[in-house]
Structures are given as C-alpha cells and as structure tokens.
C-alpha cells in the first residue's frame, strides 16, 4: 500500500488550469501536508503546505496567487489547484504529509526531511 497516491497531472497550454488531488490511505486529520516539485536536473523544491487545521497556507513565492491548496477530510483528499500555468512549473509534482504534532516549526514545512510520508508523484507539463 502506497501511503499517498498524486494524481490529475497532464499536458496543459501556458495560461491554463489543472488540478491535483493528493489521495492519503490513513485518516488525514491530524496531518499537515505539502506539495513539491521536481524538474529534470534540478533540486526538489517546495511548493505549498496546509496545516491540520488549514489556518494560513503556505506557498512559495513562484507560486503565489496563482497555486491554491486545500483539504477535504472527508475525502482524505489533499488538492493543488494550479491556475495560469507557465513553462517553468513543469516538473513531477509530489505529496507528503506528517503529523501535524511532530511538526517542529512552521519554517520546516518547507523543508523535505519534516515529512516521513510521500507520494509517487505525477507529471505535469505545461507546452503549447
């Protein structure tokens, strides 16, 4: 069983919009969660992040103003909604989560060793 399982990656024009859904196989809760990025050559880098009780999320700032996180605990389901997509945010796109208890400062959930738990990643490519 895959802890986390990404998924809604694809091919998508400069200017569009997709969605990612972050599926977890335990009851989410009490779970921060973030997103990650990887392109061909590159350093993982960081995303968002949405805390157990989703007050304040996080983004960085390539990002900002045009990625929205958010939870839907019932579903057990983390999205990444990317809208007016560029060529650089092409990359594989990861999940992963943590207590929100071992969390050790707000600062660290950018930081990939904050999470024990991760996703398999889903591709997204923005191209005309």
């Known amino acids: 069983q895959v ?3 990404a998924s809604g990656g694809g091919l998508v024009p400069p200017g569009g919009s997709l969605r990612l859904s972050c ?5 989410m809760d009490y779970y921060a969660f ?20 989703d007050e304040s999320p996080h983004y960085a700032d390539s990002v900002k103003g045009r990625f929205t996180i958010y939870r839907d605990n019932a579903k057990n389901t983390v999205y990444l909604q990317m809208n007016s ?5 092409t990359a ?11 969390v050790i400062a707000t ?22």
């Open 34 to 53: 973030a997103w990650f990025r990887q392109a061909p050559g590159k350093e993982r880098e960081w995303v968002s992040a949405i805390s157990s009780s």
């Open 3 to 5: 802890p986390l399982v």
């Open 85 to 89: 997509l560029k060529s650089e945010d």
């Open 107 to 128: 600062s660290a959930l950018r930081e990939e060793y904050e999470y024990d738990y991760w996703g398999q990643g889903t591709q997204v490519t923005v191209s005309s």
């Open 92 to 102: 594989v796109y990861y999940c992963a989560a943590e207590l929100q208890d071992k």
């Open 23 to 27: 599926l977890a196989s335990f009851k």
